[in-house]
C-alpha cells in the first residue's frame, strides 16, 4: 500500500497515509466519510509511538503527525494501535510531545 491508495471493505473507504517515524513503513487510515482514523503505532493518547526501536525516526513521526494528521478535522476521532481512543483536537490541545507544533 502506498500513500494516497484508497481500500473499499466494509462499506466504507479507507485513505492510506503514510504515516513514517515508528517504522520507515508505517501508515494509517483515514475514513473521511466518518471522520475516523486508524493512527497505529503513530499517535496515542497523550504520545506518540516509540521512535528509539531499529529505524525510529523521532522528527519523522513528529513530521508524520503534523503533516499528515493535523490536516484533517479536530474531531476526528483516533484510534491507536494501543490504548483509548481520541481526538485529533485533544491531541493538538493536550500532547505534551504535540505542543508547539
Not at 500500500?1 to 497515509?17: C, K, N
Not at 506518540?48 to 526501536?53: A, E, F, Q, S, Y
Not at 493535523?70 to 484510534?79: G, H, I, K, R, S
Request: glycine fraction near 12%.
Amino acid at each position: 500500500m502506498r500513500d494516497g491508495d484508497i481500500l473499499r471493505a466494509a462499506g466504507g473507504e479507507f485513505h492510506v497515509l503514510h504515516t513514517p517515524g515508528h517504522t520507515p513503513g508505517s501508515i494509517s487510515l483515514w475514513l473521511p466519510a466518518e471522520k475516523k482514523l486508524v493512527a497505529g503505532d503513530t499517535l496515542f493518547r497523550d504520545s506518540i509511538g516509540r521512535t528509539d526501536l531499529p529505524f525510529g525516526d523521532g522528527d519523522q513521526i513528529l513530521r508524520s503527525i503534523h503533516e499528515k494528521f493535523f490536516a484533517l478535522p479536530d474531531e476526528t476521532v483516533v484510534f491507536p494501535g494501543h490504548g483509548p481512543v481520541t481526538t485529533l483536537g485533544r491531541e493538538k490541545q493536550f500532547n505534551y510531545f504535540l505542543q508547539g507544533m
